[in-house]
């Protein structure tokens, strides 16, 4: 007969989906002692702040954490405010530009409201990795460093790649893997989430953790969610990404703008609908299945009236080609403009705030990206009078109104 631990743990595999589990047998140990001993387990979760926003890809393994808070375990958030100044290189083919602290700390200033639209306060811990990895002596790297061989660091797919292929890899980048682990060691972690592209960082954790005689922890990974773009993984650094955080319309317009081939493992991972009646919105119109995958979202962190507002929102501007509802105003520098009211259309846009470069201004106007008045801009030479207001239009959600 199943074990009851088995069958929590058989649950917690489903819905959002596990990728794996290393090594089950562990997991339901813990969960049997922890309800012997009446000590709930820990479970840890590491935030990269490259962004200041959470994804609907982290949304994932936080839902796992969720679900673990609701069986009576803590959840501990590590945010890697001192890692990120290493970069982690997972995946990756060369070596990740550092981050100054004035960025991260700007990218993480939201996280713990965004993190609390998913997992429970009174069972979360919120942590910096700063607060044990910036007190370590170099006596005390060393000793970290020691735990570990360069053989084992080079068992890594991305960093055999990069070796073989006489590209690059620092000394810095080999101490990522070791100050993720020694983040489970400091927090005592009983089982780590996370993308599975991370299989190998949560794999030295169980090293470094015998290391300092703790027992290691379980792993549970899960599938990383697919993009916007419909290549890459949803990423902070790509840009391809939702924010959990991001306003109603913002939330809405980008869940539409994924490739139909998505749909169903959008509904899977990120919804409660059940399957059969997803997959029957998917093939009788991915359309409207996807106007439906966009309500539900929106509503989960936002609410209902929300949603519906910002659905009514994108099909007034989208649809029925009508100026937005709510377009914030931007006052313009008159030192821009020459000869009385004529300014340049990319001194314009500069001064909108809608790009950050005169190359990002050109390239979306070459790109067909650019309204003005609701008229396409064809030439990044275009200088025009300035009668303001001007509804100032770049990409398919992004407005301001000139003054």
């Known amino acids: 007969m199943t074990d009851r631990f088995e069958r929590l ?22 969960l049997k002692k922890s309800e012997q001993m009446g000590v709930p387990l820990r479970i840890k979760l590491g935030i990269d702040p490259s962004a200041p926003h959470l994804t609907l890809g982290h949304s994932i393994p936080l839902k796992k ?10 959840g501990v958030l590590v945010v890697g405010d001192f890692t990120r100044r290493i970069g982690d290189p997972s995946g990756r083919s060369s ?3 550092l981050m100054t602290q004035e960025d991260i700390e700007r990218n993480m200033s939201t996280y713990v409201e965004q ?12 942590r910096y990795n700063s607060e044990w990895l910036g007190k370590l002596t170099f006596a005390d790297v060393i000793s970290l460093t020691a735990k570990y061989t360069v053989a084992r660091m080079l068992e890594r797919d991305d960093f055999a790649k990069r070796f073989s292929g006489n590209l ?8 990522y893997p070791l100050a993720q682990a020694y983040d489970s060691v400091a927090i005592h972690a009983d089982v780590e989430l996370g993308g599975s592209d991370q299989l190998f960082n949560f794999l030295v954790g169980r090293d470094i953790q015998r290391e300092y005689g703790q027992a290691p922890q ?71 299945a996807k106007r439906r995958l966009a309500l539900e979202i929106v509503a989960h962190y936002h609410d209902k009236d929300a949603a519906i507002a910002a659905q009514e ?21 008159r030192e821009l403009l020459k000869d009385g009211n004529v300014i340049w259309v ?55 109104e000139a003054v």
């Open 218 to 288: 379980a792993i549970l990974t899960v599938p990383l969610l697919i993009g916007t773009d419909g290549v890459r993984s949803m990423s902070q650094t790509v840009g391809n990404y939702v924010g959990i955080g991001e306003a109603p319309s913002e939330m809405y317009g980008k869940i539409l703008s994924i490739p139909d081939d998505l749909l169903r493992e959008y509904f899977f991972q990120l919804t409660d609908i059940e399957m059969a009646k997803a997959e029957s919105l998917i093939e009788r119109s991915p359309r409207d």
């Open 346 to 400: 990319i001194s314009l846009l500069q001064g909108s705030g809608l790009v950050k470069s005169r190359g990002e201004a050109k390239r979306l106007i070459m790109q067909g990206g650019v309204k003005i008045n609701e008229e396409r801009i064809a030439s990044p030479e275009l200088e025009l009078a300035f009668n303001p207001p001007m509804l100032i239009q770049v990409g398919k959600r992004s407005f301001v």
């Open 95 to 97: 070596t990740r530009a």
């Open 9 to 30: 743990v058989s649950g917690l595999k489903e819905r959002p989906s596990v990728d794996q589990l290393i090594p089950e047998a562990d997991l339901v140990a813990k």
């Open 168 to 175: 690059p890899i620092s000394i810095l980048e080999f101490l």
């Open 115 to 126: 993190a609390y639209k998913i997992l429970d306060p009174e069972r979360t811990e919120i």
């Open 313 to 333: 929102e994108f099909d007034r501007v989208h649809i029925q080609h009508e100026r937005p509802s709510d377009v914030p105003q931007v006052k313009i520098d």
């Open 65 to 74: 954490m969720r679900q673990f808070q609701d069986l009576g375990h803590i």
